[in-house]
């Protein structure tokens, strides 16, 4: 059974960080790319940061570029998002998805709540 799990949301203060984890199983996590996307209440969901399968190759969202970090662990199954100089504006809920190069199939996880806010 295929699961994505994340953890490590919560509310933070502007300027402050944050760690996201992403622990995967069911699936060869190690042949999969794997993104971040976040969706903030009344919009479309968004790409946030993706990492190749080998974690060689790495691109961001604009928004985010010098302030996250993605990046993987293949011995122990799992993604994260480093998040520094959080705004406001980062509030949403963030999801972690992992794709195969070769399979129309993504999996996400269930997300987890990121708020930033005074």
């Known amino acids: 059974q295929v699961q994505l799990v994340e953890s490590g949301g919560g509310l933070v203060q502007p300027g402050g960080s944050l760690r996201l984890s992403c622990a995967a199983s069911g699936f060869t996590f190690s042949s999969y790319a794997m993104s971040w996307y976040r969706q903030a209440p009344g919009k479309e969901r968004e790409l946030v940061a993706i990492?190749?399968?080998?974690?060689?190759?790495?691109n961001y969202a604009e928004s985010v570029k010098g302030r996250f970090t993605i990046s993987r662990d293949n011995a122990k199954n799992t993604v994260y998002l480093q998040m520094n100089s959080l705004k406001p504006e980062d509030t949403a809920v963030y999801y972690c998805?992992?794709?195969?190069?070769?399979?129309?199939?993504?999996?996400w996880g269930q997300g987890t709540q990121v708020t930033v806010s005074s």
């Open positions: 990492i190749s399968p080998a974690g060689y190759t790495k």
């Open positions: 998805k992992g794709a195969w190069a070769y399979s129309p199939t993504v999996y």
